[in-house]
């Protein structure tokens, strides 16, 4: 089983172009969200997504966007990337397992924007 | 607001134990996350507590205290392995989780 799986696996971006990131899970989790970490800051949340067809702002959503079209998928968009958003990008899913919905990670997208 | 907060940095030595600790102030609570995550890896999960008490698996336990909003990692018989940055987590909402900056352990032989 794959699990949870990213791409691209880094990239490299000119300040103001635009870029998705995918995310694809095979475990048949109802919920996923995006993460970025940054030196100093940990985790945090910049969208979830609990069912396919709904989604929700975490904690640092500005310049991002995402869509849940169906329960595997779950891309976040940058529509012009800024500098600022140079970090590392982490997907995750959870379903429900005894109340625990433990989120599972995928490898992450390094992402530099110049 | 959400705060939780652990210790940045710890060394421990080989076959040693170390105790991480974890305090958090949050406005929900309906569990604790632990999580390992080696440098430039993803994050992996380690243990959940949602009751107040010791949850043990292997070499790695967590304690938690909901009165006193704190947990704790116990690695016993540490390894060269066990260098990473452990992660505490609190799950505020139905679904979404609240990290902790991470504390970053190296083991030394």
């Known amino acids: 089983t794959a699990g949870i799986t990213q791409a691209p696996t880094s990239q490299i971006l000119a300040a103001g172009r635009s870029m998705t990131l995918r995310c694809t899970q095979d475990?048949?989790?109802?919920?996923m969200y995006w993460y970025r970490q940054d030196l100093g800051l940990g985790l945090r949340l910049i969208h979830y997504s609990n069912t396919a067809g709904t989604t929700g702002k975490g904690e640092v959503p500005d310049g991002y966007s995402v869509s849940r079209a169906n329960t595997d998928d779950f891309p976040l968009t940058l529509a012009s990337a800024v500098p600022s958003q140079t970090s590392v990008y982490f997907c995750?899913?959870?379903?429900?397992?005894?109340?625990?919905?433990?989120?599972?990670f995928g490898p992450g997208t390094r992402l530099t924007v110049l | 607001g959400q705060n939780i907060d652990q210790p940045t940095e710890m060394t421990a030595t080989e076959g040693a134990i170390v105790q991480i600790n974890c305090t958090y102030q949050t406005s929900g609570f309906n569990g604790l996350f632990w999580y390992q995550q080696h440098a430039g890896e993803a994050p992996t999960f380690l243990s959940y507590?949602?009751?107040?008490g010791l949850e043990e698996k292997g070499r790695f336990s967590s304690f938690l205290s909901r009165s006193k909003g704190y947990s704790y990692l116990l690695l016993k018989e540490l390894q060269m392995k066990d260098s990473a940055s452990y992660l505490c987590a609190v799950k505020t909402g139905s679904y979404q989780l609240t990290f902790g900056k991470g504390t970053k352990l190296s083991v030394i032989p």
């Open positions: 995750a899913s959870s379903g429900t397992s005894g109340g625990a919905d433990t989120q599972y």
């Open positions: 507590n949602v009751l107040d």
């Open positions: 475990m048949r989790h109802n919920a």
